[in-house]
């Protein structure tokens, strides 16, 4: 069943406002069908789908929602003003869900922990689009989960939501914990710690990624401390041509866990 709401005072619209400003820890905030069929698809528990009465007239749309509606616990129709007032893009997409936020705490990274891991760690990464688009490419690349330290932003952010397309959803992840501890973690463990470095002397191809091995990238500015460099196993480098000092982090993940996906896909037997 599908109620209406006509005032923008309503309480789920106010209660979708507060998970879109991250005032509700306990839930997240998906906007636009695709995305939204995606959380259906990983099995989020959907607490409420809020529709424009102009989607539910398209064919293809009205079929996702009823199939969203049966999962959730409330569904509602509204004009698109009101949709407007709720979403957090320029151009209201026709739907928002509000979610139960997937866990992100060391146990649910541990759990999913394989013989030979392919991990990611964002080192305070404050762009939410940067953090999403690693999600997608670490996914599309085979890692096995991801570790967000604390001050990089959050992966279940509606920035970081849309830039993923759904890897958030189904990419193990940790969030919170320090530098240190996240290296400490991975040694634990027998993985290699691995810190992209634009100073670094060894090439990425040059590294045997086909070993456990988290890749740790940096804050977009300033990357990583001497410190902490000195702190994990080794450090290495995307060689480049021309005058660019250095790759968004996003693009440079990519490579890295690319060359690491054809290293391992390389040593398996045919």
């Not at 990089?152 to 890897?167: E, N, V, Y």
């Amino acid at each position: 069943m599908i109620d209406t709401i006509a005032s923008r005072d309503n309480s789920l619209l106010r209660q979708a406002r507060a998970v879109r400003d991250g005032k509700i820890d306990e839930l997240i905030y998906v906007e636009g069908l695709r995305l939204s069929e995606e959380a259906q698809r990983s099995n989020l528990t959907i607490e409420a789908v809020i529709v424009s009465a102009e989607l539910l007239r398209k064919d293809r749309a009205a079929q996702a929602i009823a199939e969203l509606s049966h999962v959730s616990k409330r569904t509602v129709s509204v004009s698109e003003k009101l949709l407007e007032s709720i979403s957090y893009t320029k151009t209201p997409q026709g739907i928002v869900v509000l979610a139960e936020r997937p866990g992100s705490s060391e146990a649910r990274l541990t759990e999913s922990v394989e013989a030979n891991p392919l991990l990611v760690v964002l080192h305070q990464i404050n762009n939410p689009v940067n953090v999403g688009a690693i999600l997608r490419t670490a996914e599309a690349a085979g890692a096995t989960g991801v570790i967000a330290t604390k001050n990089t932003s959050d992966p279940f952010s509606p920035k970081a939501l849309r830039g993923a397309m759904g890897s958030a959803f189904r990419l193990p992840i940790w969030s919170g914990p320090s530098f240190e501890e996240a290296v400490e973690w991975c040694r634990e463990r027998g993985i290699v710690t691995a810190c992209a470095d634009a100073e670094a002397t060894t090439d990425y191809t040059n590294v045997d990624w086909t070993n456990g091995t988290a890749l740790f990238v940096g804050r977009e500015s300033t990357g990583f401390t001497a410190e902490e460099l000195m702190n994990a196993d080794l450090s290495v480098k995307i060689p480049m041509r021309g005058l660019a000092e250095s790759l968004n982090v996003s693009v440079a993940t990519g490579i890295l866990l690319f060359e690491a996906a054809r290293q391992r896909a390389a040593k398996i037997p045919q």
